[in-house]
């Protein structure tokens, strides 16, 4: 994938079954209607990308939601190397030595960043109604850092945005400047992406949780950038380190918005299918399959529980597809203890566009 734009091929060179992946955007189908934008991304090329939704298009930004909860963990981890934090188990609180935070208390005071990125920061709250309260209150920050505590850090997985908010201020005290700044630099333009928007809190902080604006196109360059462990073009982005703890399972059984997974730093894991992913709303997805080096992202209004439909129906059953043509036949033959002589039929088979030479040893007794 070049750092500017993306290399298109068609989905049987690279072993994906293209009528199977047809049929999933055919006007009758389900995903037509519900999906805005597709891409999929193979061995490093761009094996599909269509816009069923007419008003949808290659340059169109859209919000990712909690993707943005993604974005997040991969820049503590950029300041992380760059020396900005020292450490993961450094405190939540030592980060704010200004602010009178309410219901400080020894627990409270333990939380670390680990517990920030794995959402076990033990801080009380209702994923359902504490993001709209959040966002009314002056200062949203103040908001997440001000509830009680409801379990031990570290203990409880509880999907809490206002954490990842806290990550956000977190950055913004350690490096100087708002994250979208700091991405801009250190990510973002790494990676070609030229065109963003992020939604800010009242103070103008880059909203942590949500509201991350992106095409299509640059949320695959995301998942490519890990899929590839980190490297863009031969440059490291990110470390290789901190892409393999992020997509490590902290968390299992755990869930929201109908999907079932687990959870490692602000991204999720399925590993029933060997894969993790970068999840938002309404089926914002981003989804990385190192085994079959593959990534696809979807932009769409679909409820996130058909997201398993998807993948079980089509991309998945798509890989299984084994396009084979026969090219080449030779036949060599050798005396074998001059009793016999060995017939050899080399046949060069095209196997998902990889040759094969296959060697058909055949022994014929010659009267």
């Known amino acids: ?115 920030l990125l794995t959402m076990k920061s033990g801080l009380q709250w209702n994923p359902y109604t504490d ?66 928007e992020w939604e800010v809190d009242p103070q103008g902080l880059d909203y942590g949780a949500n509201g991350l604006q992106l095409t299509v196109r640059d949320m695959a360059k995301i998942g490519f950038l890990f899929l590839n462990n980190g490297t863009w073009d ?22 929201g918005g109908g999907f079932e997974g687990e959870y490692g730093y602000l991204w999720w894991i399925k590993s029933s299918y060997n894969a993790y992913c970068a999840y938002g709303s309404y089926g914002q997805w981003i989804w990385v399959f190192p085994d079959y080096n593959l990534i696809f992202v979807t932009k769409s209004t679909f409820q996130t529980i058909l997201i398993d439909n998807l993948i079980t129906e089509y991309i998945l059953p798509s890989l299984d597809y084994i396009q084979m043509t026969t090219t080449t036949t030779t036949t060599t033959t050798t005396p074998v203890n001059g009793s016999g002589e060995v017939d050899i039929i080399l046949i060069a088979l095209a196997i998902s566009g990889v040759v094969v030479i296959i060697a058909i040893v055949v022994f014929i007794k010659r009267w």
């Open 234 to 255: 031969a440059e490291q982005i990110v470390s290789r380190g901190w892409v393999e703890n992020s997509t490590k399972v902290y968390t299992t059984e755990c869930g």
């Open 131 to 196: 993001p709209g309260l959040m966002r009314e209150s002056s200062d949203w920050v103040q908001y997440a850092l001000d509830k009680p505590m409801s379990s031990t850090p570290g203990e409880i997985w509880t999907y809490n945005s206002g954490g990842a908010h806290i990550l956000s201020a977190i950055l913004l005290e350690t490096i100087g400047m708002t994250p979208s700044t700091f991405a801009d630099i250190h990510l973002f333009q790494p990676l070609g992406i030229d065109e963003y």
């Open 1 to 115: 994938m070049a750092n500017r734009g993306l290399v298109t091929i068609t989905e049987d060179e690279q072993g994906m079954n293209g009528t199977l992946l047809e049929e999933m955007l055919a006007p009758s189908s389900l995903w037509s209607v519900y999906l805005q934008g597709i891409m999929i991304v193979r061995n490093g090329y761009v094996v599909l990308e269509e816009y069923p939704d007419s008003d949808f298009n290659e340059s169109s930004l859209s919000n990712t939601w909690s993707v943005t909860k993604s974005i997040i963990s991969i820049l503590v981890g950029i300041a992380l190397e760059e020396g900005y934090l020292s450490s993961l188990d450094e405190t939540m609180v030592s980060f704010f030595p200004d602010r009178i935070i309410a219901n400080r208390d020894s627990q409270k005071e333990s939380i670390t960043l680990r517990h």
